[in-house]
């Protein structure tokens, strides 16, 4: 059981009058009850202050959040919050009160059904249900999502992702509200008959707090749980769509969570090198031994942490499968070291042939190029275990310079 602490407010820092106040905790109140802070307050706030939720914390991928509706029409009610993201991401809230057992079985329910209801949407259905929601009949997800900073083809790209994701049941769902503790482990049960969608359900509790006598209100949002791959399906797809799971089957011991954030990423690689995510992960499952792992959000940068809790990117591997290796002298100038990640750039250019070491003015730029663009990660995985040892030996001469000199 989490207790909060009371937040407080300290003003005239360091001074004579310096004063230390305690907030007093406001609950949150069903819509059903009088309240000016209540389930539907909770729910206003989201729509107009998206960045209120940590989804950043949950699926890094999923930002920056732009509001849609609230109250979206699904078969089985009505979903509190519709946001998108520019990248065609779907995010579902559902604001509530968790107080006993009872409740949390029925909002879980009812989250999962909201998940069941838009794997059968098309990208039309979606935009439908937002008209209906906002009575606007000329609303369109496109242009209130992406605004005016289009691309080429962005409306095309936008709508073929939107229609994936709601065909996959790929999408966050998140009940925000006051008193929220459950554990994953918990939520297995409910989750079981929704394996065929790849969904993440995250629980937000959002504690509200007040300096006696003031009128400001300070929002406190924190990530109780996630969901984590417990179980995996074996899914049986029928002219692309997913049916009921044929057989359920604990996951491999080395098997590690995922996230929507992977999955998404990993696609889109896969639709540029068929090849290149079974080959990216088997090399980071070869490198996971030496501390180095991937960290993703849009793209993915692999990186290392020493023991003092200091991180190095040991490259960044962009959407189109190509890796930029400017991103390991940012850590490295940071201690001084800037020589270390220059040389380590010249193994990974003794691995390809034909790549070379663009040079810039700032030698924090510097980075290994095949022909005129960053050099293609999949280059680098035909020599695997070299491009591990050559981590290997990078990693091994930043320790040495941390150790205390004699």
């Not at 209801?117 to 439908?128: G, H, I």
């Not at 937000?204 to 791959?229: C, D, H, M, N, Y």
Request: aromatic share 6%; net charge negative.
């Amino acid at each position: 059981m989490r207790a909060y602490s009371k937040p407080l407010i300290v003003t005239g820092m360091g001074l004579a009058e310096e004063q230390c106040q305690a907030l007093e905790r406001l609950p949150l109140t069903s819509r059903s009850q009088p309240s000016d802070y209540n389930e539907l307050w909770l729910q206003m706030l989201i729509q107009r202050n998206p960045t209120l939720l940590p989804v950043e914390q949950i699926e890094p991928a999923l930002t920056p959040l732009r509001p849609i509706c609230v109250e979206l029409p699904v078969p089985s009610g009505f979903a509190d919050n519709l946001l998108m993201t520019p990248d065609g991401g779907i995010v579902v809230v559902e604001a509530k009160l968790w107080r006993n057992g009872e409740a949390r079985r029925e909002v879980i329910g009812q989250v999962l059904d909201y998940a069941k209801d838009l794997s059968a949407w098309t990208y039309n259905d979606l935009q439908r249900a937002a008209r209906l929601a906002t009575k606007n009949p000329q609303l369109d997800l496109f242009q209130t999502v992406c605004g005016d900073d289009r691309e080429p083809d962005g409306e095309a790209l936008f709508c073929d992702a939107v229609s994936r994701n709601l065909r996959l049941g790929r999408f966050l769902i998140i009940i925000a509200g006051d008193g929220i503790q459950e554990s994953a482990e918990e939520l297995a049960n409910y989750l079981q008959r929704h394996m065929a969608l790849h969904f993440t359900l995250a629980m937000v509790e959002i504690s509200l707090w007040r300096a006696p006598g003031s009128g400001a209100v300070f929002v406190q949002p924190k990530v109780v749980t996630r969901t984590v791959q417990i179980e995996r399906a074996v899914v049986r797809l029928e002219e692309g769509v997913a049916v009921a799971p044929s057989r359920i089957a604990p996951a491999a011991s080395s098997a590690k969570p995922t996230t929507l954030s992977a999955e998404a990423f990993y696609e889109t690689l896969r639709s540029v090198n068929p090849a290149l995510p079974e080959r990216l992960q088997a090399f980071l499952a070869l490198v996971e031994p030496l501390g180095v792992y991937a960290d993703i959000k849009r793209n993915m940068t692999i990186k290392w942490r020493n023991i003092d809790g200091l991180e190095f990117a040991l490259g960044a591997i962009d959407q189109q499968g190509l890796l930029g290796t400017d991103v390991a002298h940012w850590s490295a100038k940071a201690i001084n070291q800037i020589s270390l990640s220059h040389h380590y750039q010249d193994r990974l250019v003794a691995l390809v042939p034909g790549a070379v070491v663009r040079h810039t003015p700032n030698p924090v730029g510097w980075r290994v190029v095949l022909g005129d663009r960053n050099v293609p990660a999949s280059k680098l995985l035909e020599r695997a275990e070299e491009w591990a040892q050559a981590i290997a030996d990078y990693i091994a001469q930043l320790n040495q310079q941390a150790e205390p000199q004699a």
